[in-house]
């Protein structure tokens, strides 16, 4: 086998450890520390795959939490504690989470509060939150600027805005719900009400409008794109994957070559980015 010396060794790692609603986690962080987008998942799975990647939990300086629903905040109350790492919300998501129930644990620990578009640090971390319109009291984006790298997340998407298209559009990295299949959600088994709430502007994001706006935003610096968040009921990867690629096709982006494009499994990591 033969290795190129001359490859600049990654400094970064960015690792879907789960999307979906089963519950969301991303993990950003170097070889010393890291910080977690969302805690939707049981604690020790989160420390479990982390382990897996070679990450410990206790390097974990920070989470940063998009919105209060169960699938984004569960284990939340397991980083105050010994652990006593600081929750980062804004403060509308902060109250959301005190008064949620589906908290497994109440959070007692650091509260650190965000304002939507004013930039923050955490260590080599640059950070701005910006309002995303869903079914919840507050929800936000995170843009975080790292190294020479700009990784936009934005997920729990009911419309798109000018202010998710300014982000999205400083992204090299990426990572925008395709909830579901415009076709599967109206055919399928969902009652009316569902339907009318995840459509409602509110909701979650098609593949289609997804795709649409893939190819409004992009650019020759857009790396790489995961789609995250993806139904279980209403959605395939295949189906999500080939109804984006065939927007940006037509438009002639080329997927795998001027940009890689991902889906994200539900449940288990996915995805892993090493830059
Ligand atoms: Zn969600
Ligand atoms: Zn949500």
């Known amino acids: 086998m033969q290795y190129d010396l001359f490859a600049p060794v990654p400094k970064y790692k960015l690792i879907s450890l789960s999307s979906g609603s089963s519950g969301n986690c991303y993990y950003l962080g170097t070889s010393q520390y890291g910080i977690l987008i969302d805690a939707g998942i049981g604690m020790r799975t989160i420390k479990k795959y982390l382990r897996e990647y070679g990450v410990a939990m206790e390097t974990i300086v920070a989470v940063l939490v998009t919105h209060d629903h169960a699938d984004h905040i569960k284990s939340i109350g397991g980083f105050g504690g010994k652990l006593n790492i600081p929750v980062y919300a804004t ?39 910006f309002e995303v319109p869903h079914d919840t009291i507050e929800n936000v984006g995170y843009q975080i600027k790292v190294g020479d790298k700009t990784i936009v997340l934005v997920t729990d998407v009911g419309c798109i805005t000018d202010t998710i298209s300014k982000y999205a559009r400083s992204a090299n990295h990426l990572i925008i719900e395709a909830n579901y299949d415009e076709e599967m959600l109206s055919c399928g088994r969902y009652p009316a009400y569902l339907k009318q709430r995840i459509t409602s502007g509110m909701g979650h994001l098609s593949n289609r409008l997804t795709g649409e706006l893939l190819t409004s935003i992009y650019h020759d610096k857009l790396d790489e794109i995961w789609l995250c968040h993806l139904s279980q009921d209403n959605n395939h990867p295949d189906l999500a994957y080939k109804t984006v690629e065939c927007a940006l096709n037509l438009q002639g982006i080329k997927v795998g070559k001027d940009v890689t494009l991902k889906t994200l499994s539900r449940g288990k990591p996915s995805g892993l980015r090493e830059f």
């Not at 005190?98 to 950070?127: D, L």
């Open 91 to 129: 403060e509308i998501v902060h109250a959301g989470i005190e008064r949620s129930r589906f908290v497994e644990e109440k959070f007692t620990g650091v509260k650190r509060v965000v304002e939507k578009e004013k930039t923050f640090e955490i260590k080599e971390f640059q950070i701005t939150a």
